[in-house]
């Protein structure tokens, strides 16, 4: 009997300690909603700008995802830029310097492809070299634990912005890079490279089929649905005068993953026959690369989303300056018949005023999920907002609200010119960048930090107790799909 | 691998370590090897390959790395045969994988003769090691002179932008990584390489973009002066530019490092005569 008091005594001091030490280092976080700072405790001293993230996760097995942002080889020059990857559904991530690109990436997006049965990760990149001259790779690697650098498959230069999306049909790997290609004639360079074999070889296919001002806007973003319907949204920019653009929004779709002789033509707009549908025509997108929204560049947020379950079920959204005073407001519109035709005004709660990287998804449910980034009373805000009738009633959480004016831009994008936004079963999963600064207040949902953090004092360390100033890093988060 | 000898010849007696290895380590500490075959904190495989090192003192790290006297890192050695639990050496390393803990790879080590104290985990082989760091940062410096086409010291006078001509082999695009070019006009007070320049004054072009794509790249205002290296312009499709009304060649300066300030003159003239 004492002994077994003496149980649980020890069990109840030891939950006690376990409830202490649980809260150093998961400071007010709910049971169901998951908020973790990117930078491992190894990397406590960095003060890098590690903005502009992106997630890819394995579907297969979703405990495995790749992470990464504008961060730096730690400790060389000459070293391959690296990426975050966690083992354990986003609870921990190391740091692995396996990309293509020597030291850093000037723009990275990725996606795990799980056709062809490789258990950690067949991750696909596209990421840019900025060394003189702007290098694509599109690369692979089988296993994102392994430390061999990721093999190369596809290389150009004077490309623009790559954003990776992939397939898996049957036991085949379809990968989808949008890219702005200024290699492509006529100025009709927004484009889809198209792999259906795994990366082995890549079809660029110009998306654009009107005239432009010589180009087209930097984001070409493709979604794909399981029943091989791939669809792409991009700019089409009309005029430029250095600090506008006259765009329109435009969406292609393909029936058949893009594996045909003349893909992306199934959807025609009819007010000219030719491909692509124009969501909306000549709306003002200001082009900014200077900080311009808070300290944050502005031009070309976009982004596209598909209902995994049934891909007559699309979302666009981007931002324009409407004129009403506002920097930048995003829109989203939504299509019930595969991009045929579109609300022909915003959804309901999302025109949003002064707001950026918008990133959208559908849970396989059909619930919508609309990531973005707001500049509120001198503080960026970031939201997740979900709703299961196109917005018409929404829930709306906010998973950061920091400073805006610290800590100072080291280079733009100061966030990123995007962050990104997945659904996962029964979970929204995504990325944003924010101040680190440890102040519980900024994180409403609650955070878990991996570097060395006090939040008494609000100040990190370098893990050896000395002051480390604060920066911008990458968050993953992970949030419950609303019943 | 060849011998690097300046650094080499800086080493204590004994020392069987390249000046290359020294050169291209990014972590260097000393240690005593606690387990063999085994990590020090998950997500890094485990093999043959792998030790667990008690650090005893820290020679050499990036600040964003955390890394201090007590912890445990996992090396990736190059021959597991030659070590045991107990040696103590200087590990010669690069980064490997950051989490929890730090993972390296060893480039090289030295391990003590007589299994003794390894040899960088006192203040005189401390100082050692920190004059063979000047002399690597030395080198970095002559390589860099090596590969510039002039390199002068002088004084920016005038700084406006340049927008690149249809004409330019690299037609101008709009992308957020743009440079936004700028030139600015170099007043040299001295050739430290390079020919004599037609009334000592160059067209330097940098960008003046905020962009991520050139984050490290120097830029310059007017009455900035210093040490240019300076290489002829191959980056924004025309390689002359308009000065004092004659087309001259254009030089750019755009790795970071590519300009030092006026006080590192008389370091570059010495490398320039010992070269």
Redesign the interface.
Known sequence: MKSFAVFWMRLLALAALALMFGTLFMLGQSSSIKVVNLI?????????QD??PFLAVQTANPQVMVASA?TP????ST?NAPVY?S?DGGS??????ITPVQR?T??ITHAIATGENHPRGDLHAGT?A?V???TLDESETTDV???TAMSVQSTRS?V??PFVRALAISNSDHIYVGV?D?NQPNGHTATVDVSVDGGATYKSVSVEARNTMG?DG?SIRPAVASDNTVYAAFFG?RK?DGKT?TSDVVVVRDDAGGAGSNPFQALKDPSDNLPGRLVVQGVSIP?S??PTLGQE?I??TLSIAVDPSNGSTVYVGWADRVGNGDIYTLHVRRSADRGVTWSNSDLPHTTIKDATNIALAVASDGVAGLLYQQLASGRWVTHLVQSRNAFATIQDIILANVPANAPA?????YLG?YDYLLSVGNEFRGVFCASNMPDLANFPQGVTY?R?ANFSTKTLT???GNPVAISIDPFYFSVPVIP | MTLFTPAAAALPQGTQIQGAVVRQA??VFAGTVSQLGATSF??V?KSAHTIVVRVDSVLK????????KGDSVTVEVKDPSAFHEGTQATFYT?????????AVRELGHEVKPGGGKARAGGSAAERSFAQMQQQISDQELRDRIASADFVVAGRITDVHPWKVPKSAA??Y??????P?WHEAVLQIQSTLKGAKVKKNRMVVRFPG???????NSPRFEKHQQGIFFLKKD??SGAPTAELGGSQVDAYTC?RQGDWLPMGEVARVRSLLKKK
């Open positions: 491992p405790a190894s990397l406590s001293g960095e003060t890098n903005s502009e504008f080889n730690p400790v060389s070293g990857v083992q921990s991530w190391v740091l692995n310097a850093m000037c723009d840019l900025c003189a001259s702007v634990s392994s430390s004077n623009d912005q702005n200024f180009q930097p920019w430029f653009a082009w690369n200077a560049r031009g070309s831009e080291q280079f733009l994008p010119d991996q060395a370098d893990g050896s | 990014t972590i998950a997500d495989p790290k990036p600040s964003a790395v955390s890394l201090k690069d980064g490997w994988i950051f989490g929890s803990g730090v690299v037609p695009r709009v992308t957020e990584h743009s936004d973009s905020r962009d991520v794509a050139w984050a191959q980056v755009l």
